[in-house]
């Protein structure tokens, strides 16, 4: 039996039990897979009460990536350059923290929608820790750059040194967007929690890829790419898929096949 979690507050929405268990019956394994409602100061204790139950790892959500970021006593670079953890793994009794979210989004833009990075034009909108997790594995793709613009332009500028070294990023203000199209396009902000769009030029979803991160409904940014003549309007329930299918095998060293397990969400 391979024990599994994911902790968060609130929890009770999480898909991610429905996924683990498709994954569990796939690959023939026996999978225990809960979810844990953590007190919002309490995550480490009740990581290590589950932990100590014999638990083979977890997922984290929000609000505790950061929390579990400085609970793992090792990291990936994948973390480690997030600056949060959504995947912990026990090994040896070792506490290894990984960030799947960035792999998530690029196995689905690459594998299920079949769009090359390379030499691609990418711009990201928002610069908080979404912006951060998804930054290593898209430029580890090779696009032509990475464009990061936020509402501060300081945050954006800040992600933009730091990730120099990997790929080329510049980072600016909202208001700084030009109409110029681009390749594609990422919400990686708040919009669509708090159901407004930020105003900022349409030009350049013209003809681009966009994709919001947020999944489950019609956003404010879907809409926005709409009026404004994209491509490609896509959610993020494949990047929720493919970051869990990610911590599958990160626990368990085999990959779950994805492709009917989001079609059975959509559903």
Known sequence: MIKLAVFGNPIEHSLSPDIHAQFAQQTGLTVEYKKILAPINGFSESANHFINEGASGFNVTVPFKLDAFNFASKLTLNAKMAGAVNTIKIKDKVIIGENTDGIGLVNDLVSNLKIDLKDKVVLILGAGGATQGILLPILE?????????????????????????????????????????????????????????????????????CYDLMYGKQTPFMDWAKANNAAMIVDGLGMLVEQAASSFEFWTGKKPNTQPVISNLRR
């Open 141 to 209: 793709k090779s696009p032509k750059r990475v464009m990061i613009a936020n509402r501060t332009a300081s945050k954006a500028k800040k992600l933009q040194q730091d990730f120099l070294s990997y790929g080329k990023t510049c980072g600016f203000g909202l208001e700084k967007i030009k109409h110029d199209p681009v390749d594609i396009i990422i919400n990686a902000t708040s919009a669509s929690l708090d159901g407004k769009m930020p105003d900022i030029a349409g030009g350049c979803a013209n003809g681009a890829i």
